[in-house]
């Protein structure tokens, strides 16, 4: 399931990739993620909780950060497990930084696919869940920007 979109940050696209590839800051931006350590260069795991439908989910995942390209492209695969549900996530994001007027678009892909009882709660229950966390993730990163200019 692919989830495609854009943001639009006044900021130079050099401070937008320096932040998105900090994965600190990155985590911040992304609801229900915790205990972030760094595994090593560029590989992290954490715990992120949320809750789908009316399922409680807690997962443990690792996210290794695959392409980095200064100031234009950051490409991340992550995979997770469910604590107490049989099933496997795994998504690939990306993001293709273009600096335009002063502004930076943020063009973002994000490719999920879900196995084992996670798979079984439904496309549709599993994009409006994507299409939420997309809309807070979009959310705390502006605001964590407008935070950074002043």
């Known amino acids: 399931m692919k989830v495609e979109g854009q943001i639009d ?3 130079p696209a050099a401070k937008v990739f320096s932040k998105l590839s900090d994965a600190r800051f990155f985590a911040t931006c992304i609801e229900g993620v ?3 350590v760094e595994k090593a260069p560029n590989v992290y795991s954490a715990t992120l909780e949320t809750k789908v439908a009316y399922i409680k989910l807690k997962f ?4 290794e950060i695959t392409e980095s390209i200064e100031p234009t492209r950051i490409v991340a ?5 469910p604590i107490g549900m049989v099933g496997r996530l795994v998504s690939t994001s990306s993001a293709n930084l273009t600096e335009k007027d002063g502004h930076t678009l943020v063009d973002y892909e994000i490719d999920v696919s879900l196995t084992g009882k996670l798979g079984s709660l ?4 599993i994009r ?5 966390m997309e809309s807070q993730f979009t959310k705390h990163l502006k605001q ?4 950074d200019e002043e």
């Open 144 to 147: 964590a920007f407008n935070l």
């Open 122 to 125: 439904g496309q549709p229950v």
């Open 60 to 63: 443990e995942i690792s996210v």
């Open 34 to 36: 915790s205990n972030l």
């Open 9 to 11: 940050l006044r900021l």
């Open 128 to 132: 409006s869940k994507i299409k939420e």
């Open 77 to 81: 695969r992550s995979e997770g497990t």
